[in-house]
T-cell receptor
C-alpha cells in the first residue's frame, strides 16, 4: 500500500530554534499534502493544505509566518516551525493525497515536537 | 466548527466483546471514513462508506451510515487487545480535498 514517511519522529530543542519536519510520499505522486496538529487526547486539527508548486492554504488562526510550508516536488513537503516556543510543543502529522484519484489520504507517523 | 462529534469519548471493554462507536456530523457528505490511531502514531485508514451506502463490512469491522440523521457507527466485533487505539470518523477527503475529523473515541481492550 501507499507509504508516507515523516521525519524526524521526535524532536527536543531549545526555545527559539527553528525546526524542519519532512513528509515524503514513497510510492505515489502526492499532488496535495496536509499538515495537522494534535494535542494530547484530542483530534487532529488541520493547519494547512499544500499543493505541489503553489503556496500553501492556511486554516484560520494558523500563522503562516510561524509555520512555513514548502511543497516543491510531488514527493516532498516540509513544515518549518520558526523560532519555536514551548506553546508550539505538539504532535504534528502530515498526510498525502493524489488529487487525481479518490483514494484515501495516507498519513505519516507523526513528529513529536518538544520545545524546552 | 465543522468538526463532528463522537461518542463515547472513551470506551473500555474486555477482549472478545464488541465495541461500538458513534459519529455525528454537520454537513451533507459524499462519503464518511473511519481511521485508527495507535498511541503516538499516524492514522491508518480503516473503511470508507459512500453516502448512498447504508452498511459496509471489512473483516471484523462493520460501519453503518444514516444520512438522514447525519450519523455513522463503527462496530468492532470480537475485540482483541491489539484493537486498543483511538478511532476517528472523518468527512471530506478524496481528490485532494481536506478531511474534517470527529473528536475521536479512545478504545481500550483489556485481556
Amino acid at each position: 500500500g501507499a507509504v508516507v514517511s515523516q521525519h524526524p519522529s521526535r524532536v527536543i530543542c531549545k526555545s527559539g530554534t527553528s525546526v524542519k519536519i519532512e513528509c515524503r510520499s514513497l510510492d505515489f505522486q502526492a499532488t496535495t499534502m496536509f499538515w495537522y496538529r494534535q494535542f494530547p487526547k484530542q483530534s487532529l486539527m488541520l493547519m494547512a493544505t499544500s499543493n505541489e508548486g503553489s503556496k500553501a492554504t492556511y486554516e484560520q488562526g494558523v500563522e503562516k509566518d510561524k509555520f512555513l510550508i514548502n511543497h516543491a516536488s510531488l514527493t516532498l513537503s516540509t513544515l518549518t516551525v520558526t523560532s519555536a516556543h514551548p506553546e508550539d510543543s505538539s504532535f504534528y502529522i502530515c498526510s498525502a493525497s493524489d488529487s487525481s484519484s479518490n483514494q484515501p489520504q495516507h498519513f505519516g507517523d507523526g513528529t513529536r515536537l518538544s520545545i524546552l | 466548527s465543522q468538526q463532528g462529534e463522537e461518542d463515547p469519548q472513551a470506551l473500555s471493554i474486555q477482549e472478545g466483546e464488541n465495541a461500538t462507536m458513534n459519529c455525528s456530523y454537520k454537513t451533507s457528505i459524499n462519503n464518511l471514513q473511519w481511521y485508527r490511531q495507535n498511541s503516538g502514531r499516524g492514522l491508518v485508514h480503516l473503511i470508507l462508506i459512500r453516502s448512498n451506502e447504508r452498511e459496509k463490512h471489512s473483516g471484523r469491522l462493520r460501519v453503518t451510515l444514516d444520512t438522514s440523521k447525519k450519523s455513522s457507527s463503527l462496530l468492532i466485533t470480537a475485540s482483541r487487545a491489539a484493537d486498543t487505539a483511538s478511532y476517528f470518523c472523518a468527512t471530506g477527503g478524496g481528490g485532494g480535498n481536506k478531511l474534517t475529523f470527529g473528536t475521536g473515541t479512545q478504545l481500550k481492550v483489556e485481556l
